[in-house]
């Protein structure tokens, strides 16, 4: 018998196991709980929509992501949540725990708390006021100084010769 022949034969059994050992190896699961108060708003991940508050879905990477929230009688909410990678996702670990036969999970959790748009939330005159309100304030904060608002000289004052 040939000497690669008899070499393959003796890490036969070898390869048998390790072929063995495939259907037990790990699993990683990731998975992003939203929740809002009052439930019900509707939830876009990264621009796609994923459903209605209490939600769960799974997610592939690890990072920044966009997030917005919108309920009828209530404020949008638009923000930018992180998601950390745990330690046994590090690289390098994650294929040593990807061949470990045990299951890992990583479950990232998020609560938001919606603003009601006006304190009576049925009356659509209020919640229109109140934006009003709103968008005049942030005019005030966000406009530069006009001449008719930046204070006058004093009348004495001497022009520069």
């Excluded at 659509?124 to 009003?132: P, S, V």
Aim: hydrophobic content about 40%; aromatic content about 6%.
């Amino acid at each position: 018998m040939p000497r690669t022949t008899r070499a393959l034969l003796r890490s036969l059994p070898a390869l048998i196991a390790l072929l063995g050992l495939v259907p037990l190896s790990g699993c990683l699961k990731r998975t992003i709980s939203v929740t809002t108060t009052p439930p019900g708003a509707i939830v876009w991940i990264n621009d796609v929509e994923v459903g209605r508050t209490p939600l769960e879905t799974d997610f592939t990477f690890f990072g920044n992501y966009d997030v917005r929230l919108r309920r009828e009688g209530y404020e949008p909410l638009t923000t930018n949540m992180k998601v950390k990678a745990p330690l046994h996702e590090t690289p390098g670990i994650d294929l040593i725990a990807e061949a470990i036969p045990a299951k890992f999970e990583t479950r990232v959790a998020w609560h938001f708390d919606l603003v009601p748009v006006a304190e009576n939330a049925g009356d659509k005159l209020g919640a229109e006021r109140a934006m009003i309100e709103r968008a005049a304030q942030m005019r005030e904060l966000l406009a530069p100084p006009t001449p008719e608002t930046s204070a006058p000289a004093p009348a004495d004052a001497k022009a520069p010769e």
